[in-house]
């Protein structure tokens, strides 16, 4: 069955980098693009980047543009989400999802369950 | 990026109602329009996608129509599973969520 699980959250000090990875299984990774959303506690979902299913192409919401790097490595099935320069308002749960597009943005039908990042001094 | 106004907030309605909820877009984005479902310490699960589609596995009480850039999840008769937070998503230009509608029990 499709699984898709993020590790590399935490508590992290503002200013910090940091790096998510999600390793999935039960789909050819290399097929699919794939997406980075986060959650604030208590608030809705806000979308954070997407990858060509090759890895050659990367879209970014305007708020982290620039800080945030979306990459993957498809010999391992691995999605990551590089973060730089953590502030407060990073904090969230981050989700990888599964987008059946490969270049394309479609819907997003297989998440994760999320990892948690805090940022806090 | 485009805007997705979501309504209501929230709403509270009883088992077997006939429950809407509409998000409007600020341009057309087409049908690249998908609905999530949401439960407390749950990832998103995909309902509708491509504004009418249904997703596999979801039960036919839910239902996606458009009109312009205005479009509507409905849930024909609620059920007890269905309390949940439900959101909207474009994907026509990069994405945008919409900022949800949760459901509640009357």
């Known amino acids: 069955q499709v699984q898709l699980v993020e590790s590399g959250g935490g508590v992290v000090q503002p200013g910090r980098s940091l790096r998510l990875s999600c390793v999935v299984s039960?789909?050819?990774?290399?097929?699919?693009?794939m997406h980075w959303v986060r959650q604030a506690p208590g608030k809705g979902l806000e979308w954070v980047a997407f990858i060509w299913h090759d890895g050659s192409k990367e879209y970014y919401s305007d708020s982290v543009k620039g800080r945030f790097t979306i990459s993957r490595d498809n010999s391992k099935n691995t999605l990551f989400l590089q973060i730089e320069s953590l502030r407060d308002d990073d904090t969230a749960r981050y989700y990888c999802?599964?987008?059946?597009?490969?270049?394309?943005?479609?819907?997003?039908?297989?998440w994760g369950q999320g990892v948690l990042v805090t940022v806090s001094s | 990026d485009i805007q997705m106004t979501q309504s209501p907030s929230s709403l509270s309605a009883s088992v077997g109602d006939r429950v809407t909820i509409t998000c409007r877009a600020g341009?057309?984005?087409?049908?690249?329009l998908n609905w999530y479902q949401q439960t407390p310490g749950k990832a998103p699960r995909l309902l509708i996608y491509a504004a009418a589609s249904l997703q596999s596995g979801v039960p036919s009480r839910f239902s996606g129509t458009m009109s312009g850039t205005d479009f509507t999840l409905t849930i024909s008769s609620l059920q007890p599973e269905d309390f949940a937070t439900y959101f909207c998503q474009q994907t026509y230009s990069k994405s945008t969520f919409g900022g949800g509608t949760k459901v509640e029990i009357k």
């Open positions: 999802a599964r987008d059946p597009g490969r270049t394309t943005m479609t819907h997003l039908d297989y």
């Open positions: 039960g789909f050819t990774f290399s097929g699919c693009g």
């Open positions: 341009q057309n984005i087409d049908t690249y």
